[in-house]
């Protein structure tokens, strides 16, 4: 993994200090992830134009902890648990891990998954999954038909798999942009 260097008082590589003050839609997810973490995310903090990170933010929260999901919470985790593997963002790494935890996937299986997915005896299902998110991660421009014939084979319907696209999108985007400014694991 690639080394992020500590710098007192800024939370990833750009030397923008972290706002003394936020916006009340930025407020709220603050507060919502001390609840739920206990602290708040380093990705919280960054000075996201007006609005820019609220919206982002729902969407990552609609798609992955919504109550209408269509695919169970443990698969949505395993999909951006593989995705920042690949793309070795570290704070999502801990993040998915901790959450595929919190949705009962054995910590031995998690640590498997972590280091190395295909070798983590996973059911059809969760490997087909894992696989998709791998391979739409490291081989984008090759995606074709055969793809989605795949999940379906493993017994993803249509609303599943586009579910599985979007959230296979969100996190490269996501790991793209903490990568590219060095973003520090949370404390």
Excluded at 76 to 94: G, H, I, T, Y
Excluded at 139 to 146: K, N, V, Y
Aim: one cysteine or more; glycine letters at 6%; a positive charge.
């Amino acid at each position: 993994m690639k080394k992020r260097s500590a710098s007192a008082g800024r939370i990833s590589w750009l030397r923008l200090p972290v706002p003394k003050s936020f916006a009340a839609d930025v407020r709220a997810l603050h507060q919502e992830s001390v609840q739920r973490l206990g602290y708040v995310r380093n990705f919280l903090k960054l000075p996201f134009g007006p609005g820019r990170l609220a919206l982002y933010q729902r969407f990552l929260d609609r798609l992955m902890r919504s109550d209408d999901a269509c695919l169970p919470g443990i698969e949505r985790e395993l999909l951006a648990l593989v995705v920042s593997v690949e793309n070795r963002c570290e704070p999502c790494v801990n993040a998915h891990a901790a959450a595929l935890r919190k949705h009962g996937m054995d910590s031995v299986k998690v640590d498997e998954v972590t280091i190395s997915w295909r070798r983590a005896g996973l059911s059809l299902r969760h490997r087909a999954l894992a696989e998709f998110a791998w391979k739409l991660t490291v081989r984008p421009a090759e995606a074709d038909e055969t793809w989605i014939g795949a999940l379906r084979s493993a017994g993803l319907d249509e609303k599943q798999i586009f579910e599985a696209v979007q959230i296979v999108g969100i996190y490269n985007s996501n790991n793209r942009i903490n990568n590219v400014i060095g973003l520090h694991l949370d404390r």
